[in-house]
């Protein structure tokens, strides 16, 4: 993938995450995507676990993009996520393959417990 192109994926990537327009971003996810969050030990595995861990996530979000590079099959982005009035600024590693995005690994400040979920789409580890 060329500069640009990465780039454009992975902002269209958080696009479509603020628009809540979960079959647009699933279609940027490969099919055996891996998410993951090392301070909470959670991952999540392939396209449609990913978009309900997405989907699920509790509170009034919101996520703004502040600097995104890109460049062949790796990109990163700079995030402020708001949840119910908080900031919590991240990073975003992607991997990206065949133009789409085959791996996720979010990076947060401080280690924290993750909240209650409905769903058994999660690893801990």
Known sequence: ??????HELIEAYWRHAQARDWAAFGALL???VLYEVPQTRERV???ANV???NRTYPGD???EPRRIVGEGEHGA???DFHVDGTLATGVTFFELRDGRIARITDWWPEAYEPPARMTDKIERY
């Open 77 to 79: 982005s700079w995030v």
């Open 61 to 63: 979000w919101r996520a």
């Open 51 to 53: 978009v309900e861990f």
């Open 30 to 32: 490969a099919d055996d």
């Open 45 to 47: 595995r392939g396209t």
């Open 1 to 6: 993938m060329t500069t640009s192109a990465a």
